[in-house]
């Protein structure tokens, strides 16, 4: 498990346990967080996006699925009405945040967790749909602080389809964008001491104009966080050097991540990837 390297304060949740009156913005000095949705109305069968939205303040960060060398991820619990189902998180690329001789992986400045959300059956029209969720999550910088929050959201129900606010809208399209592509077939690893060697066909748009690449494995301990990740892009073909990390791979288990390709002008592409070992004869 992730070790917290720095501090951990008490008492610095925006609500504490047992309260139960929904808040629809949870506000401290280090974070917003709120939940939005790219639908203004909804209606019987109805599949939509609902966001939890971070606004981080500067120099604090939170965490990915798998939090690298310390922190914890996001938890969300949902509330939701009868006929109302939520899936699972869906994570955006996430960044690498160094921290003396630790590296986490997580969200800067402004964010939204996605989740999708379906509605088979909901209240007659002119009624609301009210979503609601208990979030806990940590925010770091020199120090670490939980914060949990009871979280609501209200969508009116109409036959009429509208989209939510322009700017909760723009929000979800932007995160939207950036989840990890579909899982590519054919991702392959070969392990050679503590190495590991990833290959995976995938073709990017101009490798003449990648900056970096990353590997981001689902689950702590495989690969060393902190280890450099030399890379080469021949063709269709994406490798990568991993050096393995204090958890030895189960041998025939994939290797399970997202890979990270960044581009010169800042913008970045990445896929889910499920690795499947190479056998010798």
């Not at 999708?116 to 969720?133: E, H, I, Q, Y």
């Not at 606010?165 to 592509?181: D, H, N, V």
């Not at 991702?187 to 981001?216: C, H, Y």
């Amino acid at each position: 498990m992730p070790l917290l390297a720095t501090a951990l304060l008490a008492g610095g949740s925006v609500a504490v346990q047992g309260q139960e009156k929904p808040q629809s913005v949870a506000r401290t000095d280090r974070s917003t967080v709120s939940l939005i949705s790219d639908h203004g109305t909804v209606s019987a069968g109805t599949s939509f996006w609902v966001g939890l939205h971070f606004e981080l303040a500067p120099g604090w960060h939170t965490y990915w699925q798998n939090p690298g060398d310390a922190g914890n991820p996001t938890n969300l619990e949902w509330q939701l009405p009868d006929g109302v189902v939520a899936g699972a998180i869906r994570w955006p690329l996430p960044e690498r945040i160094p921290s003396g001789p630790l590296m986490s992986f997580g969200y800067e400045d402004e964010v939204v967790l996605l989740t999708r959300v379906s509605a088979f059956k909901v209240p007659s029209p002119g009624d609301a749909l009210t979503v609601r969720a208990r979030a806990t999550w940590l925010v770091c910088a020199d120090i670490c602080v939980p914060e949990s929050a009871y979280l609501t959201l209200e969508i009116p129900i109409s036959d009429a389809p509208r989209q939510a606010t322009e700017r909760s809208a723009a929000r979800i399209k932007r995160f939207a964008a950036r989840l990890p592509g579909p899982t590519p077939p054919g991702v392959t690893f070969q392990r050679s001491g503590d190495k590991i060697e990833l290959s995976a066909p995938i073709t990017v748009s101009s490798a003449d104009a990648v900056d970096d690449v990353w590997f981001f494995p689902d689950h702590y301990g495989q690969v060393d966080h902190r280890a450099p990740q030399p890379w080469l892009i021949a063709g269709s073909d994406l490798r990568l050097e991993l050096t393995q990390g204090e958890i030895p791979l189960i041998p025939s288990a994939p290797l399970e991540g997202t890979i990270v390709v960044r581009y010169e002008d800042g913008s970045e592409t990445g896929w889910r990837v499920i690795a499947t070992p190479e056998t010798t004869e």
